[in-house]
């Protein structure tokens, strides 16, 4: 739903951007309120909401409301629920990993169609400019994105680093934080309350916030002004993150063609002589 609304953000009028801010602000319980309510909170009339849901793509308020609660539904479950759904089958399956390579080949696909293309362009000119710093971090299983990341950008850029996952670091790190900086983040469901503390925080100093998640949107993207959403579902007990791992590698090979002069430059003196 969220990934819905910012593709639909730039042919929205004044007033329909309103109710899609209001919307993402109080994501997604704001959308559980009857459409009155819903409208009076976004600073819009409740034709207005209408459209909006139409402009969505649903039929009526209550379609788009069913919606909502599909989505929450899938956001929260954990990978315990997805194996219980769908339990792993027993005995030997030869043809397993080549229907698993085939399922992250589409999960590629369908994420270069899902991530506008300015976007995309956007996050990696701002990374490339080399202006201010740039800090990445993430969750229990995406803060090892955050470090591959991390490891590729110190090379090409300076001011690149990664905030520490324990909240303590974290905020002692963040008192060199400036406005102007960007902050990449990866969060991908089950949403961790703290990641999106940390990047309320960095908004509130005016830093750029980035965010990579999934294709269910981490509430962090209150809080940014880029979202890069991947599609990571397998149907499986675990989603899988490897088109994240991809978004980044096309991220990092961009980025260095944007600056390759100085880029080049500084690669060649870390070359070990």
């Given at each position: 739903?969220e990934?819905?609304?910012?593709?639909?953000?730039?042919r929205?009028?004044?007033?329909?951007?309103?109710?899609?801010?209001?919307?993402?602000?109080?994501?997604?319980?704001?959308?559980?309120?009857?459409?009155?309510?819903?409208s009076?909170?976004?600073?819009a009339s409740?034709a207005?909401?209408?459209?909006?849901?139409?402009?969505?793509?649903?039929?009526?308020?209550?379609?788009f409301?069913?919606?909502?609660?599909?989505?929450?539904?899938?956001?929260?479950?954990?990978?315990?629920?997805?194996?219980?759904?769908?339990?792993?089958?027993?005995?030997?399956?030869?043809?397993?990993?080549?229907?698993?390579?085939?399922?992250?080949?589409?999960?590629?696909?369908?994420?270069?169609r899902?991530?506008?293309?300015?976007?995309?362009?956007a996050?990696?000119?701002?990374?490339?400019?080399?202006?201010?710093?740039?800090?990445?971090?993430?969750?229990?299983?995406?803060?090892?994105?955050?470090?591959?990341?991390?490891?590729?950008?110190?090379?090409?850029?300076?001011?690149v680093?990664?905030?520490?996952?324990?909240?303590?670091?974290?905020?002692?790190?963040?008192?060199?934080?400036?406005?102007?900086?960007?902050?990449?983040?990866?969060?991908?469901?089950?949403?961790d309350?703290?990641?999106?503390?940390?990047?309320?925080?960095?908004?509130?100093?005016?830093?750029f916030?980035?965010?990579v998640?999934?294709?269910?949107?981490?509430?962090?993207?209150?809080?940014?002004?880029?979202?890069?959403?991947?599609?990571?579902?397998?149907?499986?007990?675990?989603?899988?993150?490897?088109?994240?791992?991809?978004?980044?590698?096309?991220?990092?090979a961009?980025?260095?063609?944007?600056?390759?002069?100085?880029?080049?430059?500084r690669?060649?003196?870390?070359?070990?002589?």
């Amino acid at each position: 739903m969220e990934s819905r609304v910012h593709e639909a953000m730039h042919r929205l009028t004044a007033a329909e951007k309103r109710v899609a801010r209001g919307l993402l602000a109080n994501y997604p319980t704001i959308g559980f309120a009857p459409v009155a309510e819903f409208s009076r909170q976004s600073g819009a009339s409740a034709a207005t909401a209408l459209r909006f849901v139409a402009q969505l793509g649903y039929g009526s308020y209550p379609e788009f409301q069913r919606a909502l609660r599909q989505e929450l539904e899938e956001r929260v479950k954990s990978p315990l629920q997805r194996g219980l759904a769908r339990p792993p089958a027993p005995g030997r399956d030869d043809q397993f990993l080549d229907r698993f390579f085939h399922q992250a080949v589409d999960n590629l696909h369908a994420t270069a169609r899902r991530i506008p293309s300015s976007e995309f362009e956007a996050v990696c000119a701002r990374i490339a400019d080399g202006k201010g710093a740039c800090h990445l971090f993430g969750g229990r299983f995406t803060d090892a994105i955050a470090a591959y990341t991390e490891a590729h950008l110190r090379l090409i850029r300076p001011g690149v680093r990664r905030l520490d996952g324990r909240t303590s670091s974290r905020n002692d790190q963040l008192l060199d934080v400036k406005p102007g900086d960007t902050a990449i983040v990866f969060d991908v469901r089950r949403y961790d309350p703290q990641l999106v503390a940390t990047a309320a925080s960095l908004a509130a100093r005016r830093v750029f916030v980035v965010l990579v998640t999934d294709a269910w949107i981490s509430p962090v993207s209150r809080h940014a002004k880029i979202v890069l959403p991947c599609e990571t579902g397998t149907d499986r007990t675990w989603d899988a993150n490897l088109v994240l791992f991809g978004t980044m590698e096309a991220l990092i090979a961009r980025t260095t063609e944007l600056c390759w002069a100085s880029a080049s430059n500084r690669m060649g003196l870390g070359e070990p002589t």
